[in-house]
C-alpha cells in the first residue's frame, strides 16, 4: 500500500483567487486517497523553493505527489502514478498534462515543451526538463532538498533554470525515474507565474 502526502506551495494570491482551493479539491476526489495534504503560504514572499522544501519537510509519508497550487489533479491522477510505479519499481514517476489557460483547454498547441518530452520514455543517459507534478520516495526528496538556483543558471535556450530541474537531476543521479504520457492533470498556463521568485506575488 502507498501512503502519499501531497504537497503545494502557495501564497497570498492565490489563496484569494481560488486557485489553491480548487487544487485542494483536487486532492480530495482522488480515486486513490492521499493521506494527508500539505499546503504552505508563503506569506513572507521567500520564493517558491523556501515554501515547497517547509511543504515536503512536512510529509511524513511514505510517497510525496508534488502539486502547484495553480494546477490541478483529474480523479485517476495518483492511482495511475502508483500502478506505474509498481510496474516499473521507479523512485520518481511523473505523467503528462492537459494544458490550460484561465480553465480552459488549449488542445495540443503546447508552447512549453516538444512533443517528444511527452512520448518519450525517460533516458537516464539524457535527462530532459519536465514538471514538479510527480510522485517521488519521500526519503529520497528529503535527502536532496530545494534550493534557488542562480539568475545566471539557464537553459541552452535561454530560459531561467528552477529548482525543480536540479531536484530531478539529482533524482536522476540518486535512484529511478520512469515516465508514462498518459494526461492525468491540468497545468494552468498563464503569463502571472514568476517561476517560484522571492519577493513576487503571481497570479
Known sequence: MHEIGVVTPTHPARMRNGMTLRAARSVQLQ??????HFIVNDV????????RQTALMANPFEWTAFLDSDDWFKPHHLERL???QEDSGADYVYSWYELMHMGKPLGDRDPVFPPRHRWDPWDPADPRQTTITMLVRTELAKSIGFW???DEQTFPDGHRV???????LECNRLGKIYHIPDQTWYWEHHGGNTSGRAGQGDA
Open 148 to 150: 534557488a538556483p542562480s
Open 82 to 84: 502508483v500502478q506505474a
Open 44 to 51: 513572507n514572499k521567500r520564493g517558491v523553493p523556501w515554501t
Open 162 to 168: 528552477g529548482e525543480d530541474w536540479n531536484f530531478t
Open 31 to 36: 480515486n486513490l486517497p492521499a493521506m494527508g
